[in-house]
């Protein structure tokens, strides 16, 4: 089986927490912090990174949190604008798996691999993870080492 890559989105590719009021909102169950972040870096540079990547044979996922204190309405909500984020932001690539799953949700029963990659931007995270993890600073330098 390929290597897979991993890739939280919020606060590892996704600004949501530089979001005016994006705590209040996501308290309040208003998705639009999830509508309107920013990227965290050149877009057009990670999907060209990414598409390379994968052309070389590794496989591409998201694995990312819905909110926290929801209901099935608005984690409907949350998980439409994510991929709508991934849509308008990453159209270029063909991701081999899109999780969003409950917020606290262990990542790493999501691993296929030891030699599995993640990028998140929770310590937890990165270090419950089985495989190789990674924070988020300088993504595209460690990406491009890994091509």
């Given at each position: ?8 989105m ?6 949501l927490y ?20 920013k ?9 060209r990174i990414?598409?390379?990547?994968q ?7 998201v ?20 991929l709508?984020?991934l849509?308008?932001h ?9 999780i969003?799953t409950?917020?606290?949700?262990a990542k ?22 089985t ?17």
């Amino acid at each position: 089986m390929n290597r897979t890559i991993f890739f939280d989105m919020d606060g590892t590719f996704v600004n949501l927490y530089g979001v005016e009021n994006w705590l209040e909102m996501l308290i309040g169950h208003n998705p639009t912090p999830y509508k309107v972040a920013k990227p965290l870096f050149n877009m057009n540079s990670f999907a060209r990174i990414l598409n390379r990547l994968q052309r070389n044979g590794f496989r591409l996922a998201v694995v990312s949190w819905l909110a926290k204190d929801s209901n099935t309405d608005y984690d409907n909500k949350v998980k439409n604008a994510k991929l709508n984020w991934l849509k308008k932001h990453l159209a270029s690539v063909k991701w081999d798996e899109i999780i969003i799953t409950d917020h606290g949700n262990a990542k790493e029963q999501f691993i296929h691999t030891n030699t599995d990659i993640l990028f998140d931007d929770e310590q937890k995270n990165r270090d419950n993870w089985t495989g190789i993890a990674y924070n988020v600073n300088d993504i595209i330098k460690v990406l491009k080492a890994v091509t």
